[in-house]
């Protein structure tokens, strides 16, 4: 594991040779505050014995994306900890407090994201994500050469993960807020291309219960 502090930083593993190699950025940062005063978060509740950052994070490895970022910030050497000796990169948000824009620029400016021609936007608290997810995306954006959003769908409702192509970069670095890439997305003029990857698209983690629901489905 990398940090972008480290002068030794590169990027974790070499670019494939596709035409439109995709970053994905894990936003792990924000307090998890709906889980209630006092709880533990929720990305270090474990699934079968491995934390929820952990599991999104391997999951991320495991798919055909060039390079794996987190973007951690609230109890970010935790977070740290639970991702020890995983071939990504951690770029800590010390703003995480303004909202999902400012982990979003922290992601979308690591040296690993500036290598790719796109960047895959992974919430760390979706258990139902696969790795055979994320390549679908992956391979939807390749074959668009890079130039499409590519987002997550059920039912024909947008969901997340969302893939942003280079040429939407530098708007995403003058977000403020609490916001994420959605008007962009909305406003931008470049093609969107739906894939549907079915209920896990919208299933995150926010409340006790939804980590109760999230671990009886793990376990089915």
Do not use: W
């Not at 291309?193 to 089915?220: E, Y």
């Amino acid at each position: 594991m990398q940090t972008e502090s480290d002068p030794r930083h590169r990027a974790a593993t070499e670019l494939p040779n596709t035409g439109a190699p995709v970053a994905i950025v894990i936003l792990a940062a924000g307090k998890a505050s709906r889980m209630g005063e006092g709880a533990r978060h929720k990305l270090l509740a474990e699934f079968g014995g491995v934390p929820l950052v952990r599991r999104s994070a391997l999951t991320a490895l495991g798919s055909d994306a060039a390079s794996v970022i987190v973007v951690t910030g609230h109890r970010r050497r935790e977070m740290e900890a639970a991702l020890g000796g995983l071939p990504l990169t951690v770029v800590d948000n010390p703003d995480y407090a303004d909202g999902m824009a400012s982990s979003l620029i922290a992601g979308f400016s690591s040296m690993c994201a500036a290598r790719a021609d796109g960047i895959l936007v992974m919430l760390a608290d979706m258990p139902g994500i696969t790795i055979a997810h994320l390549n679908a995306l992956i391979s939807a954006f390749g074959r668009a050469g890079g130039e499409a959003v590519v987002r997550a769908v059920s039912r024909g409702k947008p969901g997340n993960p969302v893939i942003l192509p280079r040429s939407l970069h530098e708007l995403v670095l003058r977000l403020e807020g609490d916001v994420g890439a959605r008007t962009i997305i909305a406003t931008a003029g470049v093609p969107v291309l739906d894939v549907d990857i079915g209920d896990a698209a919208h299933f995150d983690v926010d409340t006790p219960d939804d980590l109760m629901a999230a671990g009886r489905a793990v376990q089915s």
